[in-house]
């Protein structure tokens, strides 16, 4: 199956600075990725679709100026969590879809642990 | 976010029993289904997807589906003790590249 890469893994910052995470497709192109959010013992929830070329669309509740996504190239995505703060301390994931179609399957990366303290 | 319910559990079974997984959802337009499997701090991985109403299987794995009823289920045969992990049921409504809602997941506990 196709691989989808995260990076950094994990990564431990202050109160009030921002990081940047990134995903990226590794051998194959992506105009459309998925950025989810997993607190623990919760379920994935879906924060935004990052578009290739355009501005992401995010989900209802989730903050745009916040959580800055640029899909710059067609395999690579990065989310920006801007202003950190210990309540955004989570495990961040992205995906990628592969073939189209109805049942087209998803590509995880293999998620970013966020601790802000 | 759409609903996808799942019982949270923990649902355990001995060694070598069939496992029930069973999750529901809200939107009579969701086109295709999955069973994803989640190890603890890792990320997701696909066991199966359904999209038509029936019985699929692959392997010790069967999933099932039931569009009027608005239920999907997946069976686990000769359940191992690896099998324990928690199995997230995820939506996808609508055709193409689309967003996919997933439950809560259920912890499966394999007593050896």
């Known amino acids: 199956g196709a691989v989808v890469s995260q990076h950094p893994s994990w990564v431990i910052c202050k109160s009030g600075t921002s990081v940047k995470i990134e995903c990226r497709s590794l051998?194959?192109?992506?105009?459309?990725m998925f950025w989810y959010r997993q607190f623990p013992k919760q379920s994935l929830m879906l924060m935004a679709t990052?578009?290739?070329?355009?501005?992401?669309?995010?989900e209802q509740g989730v903050e745009k100026d916040k959580f800055l996504i640029n899909h710059a190239s067609l395999t690579l995505s990065t989310l920006t969590v801007t202003s950190a703060h210990p309540e955004d301390s989570s495990f961040y994931i992205c995906?990628?879809?592969?073939?189209?179609?109805?049942?087209?399957?998803?590509?995880f990366g293999p998620g970013t642990r966020l601790t802000v303290l | 976010q759409k609903e996808v319910e799942q019982n949270s559990g923990p649902l355990s079974v001995p060694e070598g029993a069939i496992a029930s997984l069973n999750c529901t959802y809200s939107?009579?337009?969701?086109?295709?289904f999955f069973w994803y499997r989640q190890y603890s701090g890792k990320s997701p991985e696909l066991i199966m997807f359904?999209?038509?109403?029936g019985d699929k299987e692959d392997g010790r794995f069967t999933a099932q589906l039931n569009k009027a009823s608005q239920y999907v289920s997946l069976l686990i045969r000769d359940s191992q003790p690896s099998d324990s992990a928690t199995y997230l049921c995820?939506?996808?409504?609508?055709?193409?590249?689309?967003?996919?809602?997933f439950g809560s997941g259920t912890k499966l506990n394999v007593k050896p």
């Open positions: 990052s578009n290739e070329g355009s501005k992401a669309t995010y």
């Open positions: 359904i999209y038509s109403n």
């Open positions: 995906s990628a879809p592969g073939l189209a179609g109805a049942y087209n399957e998803q590509f």
């Open positions: 939107d009579r337009g969701s086109q295709s």
């Open positions: 051998d194959f192109q992506a105009t459309t």
């Open positions: 995820a939506v996808n409504i609508g055709w193409g590249f689309n967003k996919f809602y």
